[in-house]
């Protein structure tokens, strides 16, 4: 027994030995770098007058240099800096990637388990000056915090400003949007499908426009959007991020929303537009996604490769900043199987020589290294067709194919080591970092990288934001169908004694719009709200569900339930439409369906109950069955055989007579 007993003292005293070491080296393996990158540290920035005038001197050398002169061109100021860079503060500006947030504004310390890459390291050791946020904090705390980060890279050797990017903040959604990010400082609006349903120009730069001026408010000055990738495979777990199916209406809503967000040309109030994914992510093999080695080839069955290009010539035209290539592989449409990222064809040949496009390539995250979290292997990196090559050989291909910088990447000495071998030459990194720092000076964040955070808060959400936003999660909503019902149709309700039985909306909500039941039997309405269909285990990184993926119809234990509740009494079914469901069943049995793209549950009862005329307008065809799906042409647009509604498709209460 005492034996026993002191080999359990032993076990609870090795155990702890274990946790306090692996403590020590989860501290010291973040600390270490920072406390490194804090002896490099330099002084901020003083200021220079120089006739009247103040300048910043970022290099602290007591005079103003050309590239501190904000009176001189562009031009000049970039070639003046360029030649001030090390090697490896050129490779630095080449890594673009994810940093977060600590407490209360203030930079993540050490012991952030979110910490993967501290800021100062990031700054200091590894020279890099683009960063992508995810989590933030909230309002005037993110305007903090990204002031803090801006104040560390005044004291880089020579100041050279961060510039921050975002993937879309302004959905409507606080869960289930794809790639988009519910942020409550921030107005709230209709995905981007959602705005090709309204299919209003003006509209689309007006959102552009509020979008800017909300990111730019709390530091941010890149939008990784929009995505002009056409919807042409339905199964597409994507789809809610583009705007439909047809290339003309992605053209010219792609265009109003870059011109929203950058204005007629670049500046210190635009946010410059990543328009993604070139040369179009819509044709995935079979619909899945290149996040996934399972859906790592695009197919063009029906020879349609060109069309795809379509809308990123009218963003090319708008004045994109920047593209972004996607991670698929275009099978059998060049001389090399190999992804978009890598491939010299897409890239140089087809973007720049074509087609024009003189600004940044940036790749898609995680193209070149394994993703690692605490050294251990998270993901393997998305180098499709170039699995066989090393990081550092997948590197030079990428540059060599066209490549400007590299996303979700943090790994500048492979550059350095390229260069240094003579396997890349620093002429051709120069012209990537021409460009790099082209777009940081017409940002205008070499002379004032900082937002004045006692402003935040009147220029986040604003009556008019507010107020545009929830306008379009009203206008992009689809009437499909509208039913006689004794003797009219059954939209829109009337409100006040109506008896509602409700699933799948706040309770809250539909309370003032009705008196709620419990019992459908008692209901003189249902309002059925149910889920888009899909195949679970598909789309998810990291065990996260990313994307929605695979089947569009509902099985028939998802379908029962639904059906015996549209036999009971007159019924609505609501959706969110992120992918074209089939809704062939539910439609022969509902006595009302109205989708949407993207809104609030109040938006949706103020169409039910008539506040406002439903006037969204399909932005893709739907089909009727699962077999049409199946053999419809991945890169084709409007090849469903039969489809149960046709892009434009919309009713209003007005005319469904």
Known sequence: MKTAFRLFIYFLIFVAALILFLF???????????????????????????????????????????????????????????????????????????IFPGKDGRIAGALNPMNLLPVESALFNKHMHFFNLYMIPEGKLAAVWLNHIQELAERTRLGIPVTFSSDPRHTAMSEGAAVAVHTPAFSHWTEPIGLAAIGDTAFARRFGEIAATEYR?????????????????????????????????????????????????????????????????????????????????????????????????????????????????????????????????????????????????????????????????????????????????????????????????????????????????????????????????????????????????????????????????????????????????LLPLESGSLKLYVEGYNPSVASDFGVIVDDPDEADVIILNIKPPYDPGYGRIAGIEIFREGRLYYTDDELGPILSLLNKKPAVITTYLERPAILTEIVEHAGAVLVNFGSSDHAVFDILFGNFNPEGKLPFDMPSDWESVVNQKEDVPFDLENPLFRFGHGLSYDRDK
């Open 217 to 489: 408010a709390i530091g941010i000055h890149t939008a990784l959007h929009p995505m002009v990738d056409l919807a042409t495979e339905p199964r597409w777990g994507r789809i809610s991020g583009t705007f439909g199916e047809d290339a003309r209406l992605s053209s010219e809503l792609g265009a109003a929303y870059i011109r929203g967000f950058q204005g007629d040309s670049l500046s210190a109030t635009s946010v410059s537009t990543m328009t993604k994914h070139f040369p179009g992510g819509g044709p995935q093999k079979n619909g899945w996604d290149a996040h996934f080695e399972y859906g790592k080839d695009q197919a063009y069955p029906g020879n349609n490769f060109d069309h795809h290009l379509i809308p990123f010539a009218a963003a090319i035209e708008a004045g994109t900043a920047q593209m972004m290539p996607y991670y698929g592989v275009p099978v059998g449409q060049t001389s090399e199987d190999v992804a978009f990222g890598f491939n010299r064809e897409i890239l140089t040949e087809l973007l720049r020589d074509e087609m024009g496009f003189e600004g940044i390539v940036c790749t898609d995250w995680n193209l070149i290294n394994p993703l690692k979290i605490f050294g251990f292997e998270l993901m393997q990196p998305r180098a499709y067709g170039v699995e066989h090559l090393s990081p550092p050989e997948r590197t030079a291909k990428a540059i060599e194919a066209g490549v400007d910088q590299f996303g979700g990447e943090s790994s500048p000495e492979q550059i350095v080591q390229l260069v240094n071998k003579g396997l890349l030459s620093e002429g051709r990194i120069d012209e990537s970092v021409r460009r790099l720092l082209t777009l940081k000076f017409r940002l205008g964040l070499f002379d004032n990288p900082y937002v004045d955070v006692d402003r935040v808060d009147e220029q986040l959400a604003t009556d008019e934001a507010i107020r545009l936003g929830y306008e379009s999660q009203l206008r992009s909503q689809v009437l499909l169908t509208n039913q006689i019902v004794n003797g009219k149709p």
């Open 24 to 98: 020590a080296w989860f501290y010291l393996s973040r600390a270490v770098p920072i406390w490194k990158a804090q002896s490099r540290m330099g002084p901020p920035a003083d200021t220079i007058y120089v006739d009247g005038m103040a300048f910043r001197d970022l290099n602290k050398n007591g005079i103003l240099d050309p590239y501190e002169d904000l009176r001189l061109p562009v031009e000049i100021r970039v070639e003046d800096l360029l030649n001030q860079m090390t090697l490896e503060e050129k490779a630095g500006l080449m890594y673009h990637t994810f």
